[in-house]
């Protein structure tokens, strides 16, 4: 029994741990501009389909890798220049639209630029299966959780001691306290983009050798990170990181234990739940309104 | 008065002259992108690669073959909109596509309304029984897989297995095939799992099945991305029982998807997938053989079965466009009714009123797969 569970344990990490990297795209785009980017997922799709399409090209890994996480960021880029900012000062809601209305761009565009196939990519270090404890883990996963914990640590050294990171963070406290002192919000909003596509770039790389990856693998894993990010508390970063691996251990838990057949619908009453009872999230801020 | 009649004579010429040219139209919905692809991808450019040939042989009934294809994605209510489009806009002869079952379930009522001739790509055997009068098919269906992986099982001692299956209409269909023949062979399904359709992850249902005592071999029902995933968990939790599949991965692009994992995976096929080592006696092998090498040198890709069903479909349509001599669409449907002793890539087809499949077992065999390709399985 308890080799089961510790089976459910890791699968459910592994992918709580994608979920946790696309959730911190959403905080990150939510603190700078208030805005939710739909268009999350499909940065994480471009992240894995580029890798594939210069691994066939012949290109080493390591080099389409790191490709296909700047032309991701560089989508982020142009995503703020050319979409967000010309709206910027428009209700949020419209702001939501437009990335969903982005969202589907990339979408059409992935499929002209590449195809509607399934396309897996090569685990970064063998299939192998490594035993634990009566349970197996791939050695994708622990790429996946490694590079989670690098990427969380990195993030948390970015936003705590660089001047750049302290400004995003000034800016979601207080826009306007954060232009007086001189921050350019124009650039911390397309630090901000840049950065959540990398992020989600990363995500779908990571998770390509697992799981396969497609034109619209962005929709499903968008929509989990979104549930991730509001479960953990919408801006919080360690909420973000603590949603996400939550969501993958209750998704995984429930696939076991209860039905295999209703996995999705769980990331999606758990959205429901929390918005119901903990609008905030489990870490998030209480907001409150000055009337 | 002479002048009338000589240009109604003249008019009735022309008429009858344009009306021999009008090509034969034959419609075709196909899941040429999305989660089927593998399915419809090789059915539209078989179905492409035959009109071609069968116009430069100089078309059928002495006109040319039109083909107007649509891309349902897998989807059923994309297959119902562009099969309502080729009854109504395109006004075509007859219809060969549907490449999965819920597309074309999605559809049959449309076409039994329409009076549509109408031969299936689609493999659960609830698209013929009951005997719907439009609706023939080409593949095998899921209960003839379901008997035919049943008695390799039986002759390995093979007594005690799991189940585990995806959302989709045929993978539903064939569980509730194989859940319904098994005692017949004497097999106990001791665990039933399944998975949602864009699951990327199995290992939660492999890992009950694995903890189920007794279990001798796991059969996946399915299709498409979701036997690939399984086959890749599979491997990862070091189940070592027998995997076995449907013809729904009768493809290279499964062997791709599945890596080194599709290794000792058995499933039921056409013999089109090992044409070359049948041996010379065997009555299917000069039509695969054929199909095989045509397909191969124009497309330069490996065929699949579901190419040979959309042949088989084509060719059949064909036949009973030449018994009935006409686009009659009544005369058609009776045609394709009573073809008897077809040989297609699937096997011999023999229509009747009551059986809408055509195909017994014996075109099926077991195939295994090793190094990355199709062998007989010993």
């Given at each position: ?93 419209t702001l939501i639209i437009i990335t969903i209305g982005a969202s589907i761009l990339l979408r059409g565009l992935a499929t002209l630029v590449w195809d509607k196939k399934l396309h897996p990519l090569k685990p970064f270090s063998g299939e192998a299966p490594i035993q634990i404890g009566g349970a197996t883990l791939l050695p994708q996963s622990l790429w996946v959780l490694g590079v989670t914990l690098v990427v969380v640590l990195l993030l948390s050294w970015f936003f705590g001691r660089t001047l750049l990171g302290k400004a995003l963070l000034a800016t979601s406290h207080n826009r306007l306290a954060a232009q007086l002192v001189g921050i350019s919000v124009r650039r911390v909003l397309l630090v901000a983009f840049g950065l959540s596509a990398a992020l989600g770039a990363v995500a779908g790389i990571l998770i390509a050798p697992i799981t396969f990856t497609s034109w619209d693998v962005g929709v499903m894993l968008g929509l989990k990170g979104f549930a991730a990010a509001v479960l953990g508390g919408m801006g919080s970063g360690p909420g973000a990181v603590v949603g996400g691996l939550a969501l993958g251990i209750i998704e995984a838990m429930g696939a076991g234990y209860l039905s ?32 | ?378």
């Amino acid at each position: 029994m308890s080799a089961q569970f510790l089976q459910f344990l890791l699968a459910g990490l592994t992918v709580g741990a994608i979920y946790a990297l696309v959730a911190l795209g959403f905080s990150i785009i939510y603190n700078a501009s208030h805005v939710i980017n739909f268009a999350q997922g499909e940065f994480v799709m471009v992240g894995g389909m580029c890798t594939v399409w210069l691994g066939n090209a012949g290109w080493p890994l390591p080099a389409a890798i790191a490709a296909a996480v700047l032309l991701a960021a560089l989508l982020g880029l142009a995503l703020e220049r050319f979409a967000v900012e010309p709206a910027r000062g428009a209700s949020v809601v419209t702001l939501i639209i437009i990335t969903i209305g982005a969202s589907i761009l990339l979408r059409g565009l992935a499929t002209l630029v590449w195809d509607k196939k399934l396309h897996p990519l090569k685990p970064f270090s063998g299939e192998a299966p490594i035993q634990i404890g009566g349970a197996t883990l791939l050695p994708q996963s622990l790429w996946v959780l490694g590079v989670t914990l690098v990427v969380v640590l990195l993030l948390s050294w970015f936003f705590g001691r660089t001047l750049l990171g302290k400004a995003l963070l000034a800016t979601s406290h207080n826009r306007l306290a954060a232009q007086l002192v001189g921050i350019s919000v124009r650039r911390v909003l397309l630090v901000a983009f840049g950065l959540s596509a990398a992020l989600g770039a990363v995500a779908g790389i990571l998770i390509a050798p697992i799981t396969f990856t497609s034109w619209d693998v962005g929709v499903m894993l968008g929509l989990k990170g979104f549930a991730a990010a509001v479960l953990g508390g919408m801006g919080s970063g360690p909420g973000a990181v603590v949603g996400g691996l939550a969501l993958g251990i209750i998704e995984a838990m429930g696939a076991g234990y209860l039905s295999s057949a209703y996995k999705d619908a769980l990331a999606f009453v758990i959205i429901l739940a929390v918005l119901f009872f903990m609008p905030s999230g489990l870490l998030g801020q209480r907001s409150a309104d000055r009337v | 008065m002479k002048h009338r009649a000589w240009f109604a004579a003249a008019l009735l010429a022309a008429a009858t002259a344009v009306q021999a040219q009008a090509p034969i139209r034959i419609g075709t919905f196909l899941s040429v992108t999305g989660p089927a692809a593998f399915l419809g991808d090789p059915e539209q450019k078989t179905l492409e690669l035959y009109v071609e040939k069968l116009n430069a042989a100089g078309g059928v009934l002495g006109r040319q073959l039109q083909l107007v294809a649509y891309d349902s994605a897998g989807d059923a209510e994309k297959a119902r909109t562009f099969a309502k489009r080729l009854i109504e806009q395109d006004k075509v002869d007859l219809i060969v596509g549907g490449s999965t079952t819920g597309e074309t379930m999605a559809v049959a009522p449309l076409i039994e309304q329409a009076g549509m001739p109408f031969i299936s790509l689609a493999g659960a055997v609830v698209i013929v029984e009951p005997v719907k009068k439009w609706v023939f098919k080409t593949p095998h269906s899921d209960r003839q897989a379901c008997e035919r992986i049943f008695v390799d099982m039986k002759a390995r001692g093979t007594t005690k297995i799991a189940l585990i299956s995806g959302a989709g209409g045929f993978d539903k269909s064939m569980r509730a095939q194989c859940m319904q023949v098994a005692k017949n062979h004497g097999i106990e399904i001791a665990a039933d799992e399944s998975y949602g359709a864009g699951d990327t992850d199995m290992t939660a249902q492999l890992s009950k099945i694995k903890n189920t005592l007794g279990v001798q071999a796991v059969l996946n029902c399915g299709f498409g991305q979701g036997p690939a995933i399984v086959t890749k968990n599979y491997r990862q939790l070091s189940i070592g029982a027998p995997l076995y599949q449907s013809h729904g991965v009768a493809s290279k692009q499964y062997i791709q998807l599945a890596g080194g994992a599709a290794e000792g995976v058995r499933l039921p096929a056409a013999a089109l997938l090992v044409a070359e080592t049948l041996p010379d006696s065997d009555p299917q092998k000069k039509v695969v053989l054929a199909y095989k090498r045509d397909y191969e040198s124009r497309y330069k890709s490996d065929v699949s079965t579901f190419g040979g069903h959309a042949y088989d479909g084509l060719m059949i349509a064909v036949e009973a466009l030449k018994k009935a001599g006409s686009t009659d669409k009544a005369r058609v449907r009776d045609a394709i009714e009573s073809v008897r002793g077809f040989m297609g890539t699937a096997g011999v087809f023999n229509y009747s009123p009551t059986d809408h499949v055509g195909l017994d077992v014996s075109g099926f065999r077991m195939l295994e797969i090793r190094k990355g390709d199709w062998t007989l399985a010993r």
